[in-house]
Every structure is written in structure tokens, then in C-alpha cells.
């Protein structure tokens, strides 16, 4: 079964840095893409970024372009979000998600079949 773990959240500074991680496991090479979302209290889901199966590709919503950035590493089924620059806009619950077989930016819950449990970003002001 697909398994989906984020670690890395945390407390920081506004203009401070955390990377988040998320081991995926239950699947092996499937030409899945991998998706961050975040979602902030009283606020939509939203789609912060994507990657694809490869790697060599990746999609970012334009509030974390330039800011943040997506990577995997498939022999340690880990993908990663480098998030710099923080600002406190930024805070919410980030979850890792499986998506299609295609880049997507969807904002959607139905887009992504596995999520995992989230993780806490804060940043303060």
C-alpha cells in the first residue's frame, strides 16, 4: 500500500529556510509525479509545487516561484521541498501528495490519489 511520511516542518523567522521531506513507499517506478500542497487555516487547499517522475521537470505556483525549490532522490524514494525566503504567508500545513502521471497544478483533492499526514511550517513575522 502507497505511503506517503513529511518530515521538516517547524517554527522559523521570516527570510529563514526549512526543507521538508517526504519518503514515499508501496510503489516503485510507476511514472508517477510527486506534488506539495500546503493549506493554511480558514484558507483552500493550494498547490505549492511539482515534480516529475524523472525529476527533470517541475512546476511551482507562481506565490514560491523563485523561492522554493522541488527535488527528488529515487534511491532513497524521498522528495524534497527547499523552501527559502520564508514569509509569513508561507504558513501552513504542507502535505506531500501522489500525483498523475502528467505536471499538474491542481488545487483539487481528487487530482492526487495518496497523501501523507502533513507537516507544520510556521513563520513568524
Not at 523563485?66 to 534511491?75: A, L, N, Q, V, W
Not at 522528495?79 to 501522489?98: F, G, H, I, W
Request: glycine content about 10%; proline content about 3%; hydrophobic content about 30%.
Amino acid at each position: 500500500q502507497v505511503q506517503l511520511v513529511e518530515s521538516g516542518g517547524g517554527l522559523v523567522q521570516a527570510g529563514g529556510s526549512l526543507r521538508l521531506s517526504c519518503t514515499y513507499s508501496g510503489f516503485t517506478y510507476s511514472g508517477y509525479t510527486m506534488d506539495w500542497l500546503r493549506q493554511a487555516p480558514g484558507k483552500e487547499r493550494e498547490f505549492v509545487a511539482a515534480i516529475s517522475w524523472s525529476g527533470e521537470e517541475q512546476y511551482y505556483a507562481d506565490s514560491v516561484k523563485g523561492r522554493f525549490t522541488i527535488s527528488r532522490d529515487k534511491p532513497t524514494k524521498t522528495v524534497y521541498l527547499q523552501m527559502n525566503n520564508l514569509k509569513p504567508e508561507d504558513t501552513a500545513v504542507y502535505s506531500c501528495a501522489r500525483g498523475p502521471r502528467y505536471l499538474t497544478h491542481s488545487n483539487f483533492a481528487s487530482t492526487y490519489d495518496s497523501w501523507g499526514q502533513g507537516t507544520q511550517v510556521t513563520v513568524s513575522s
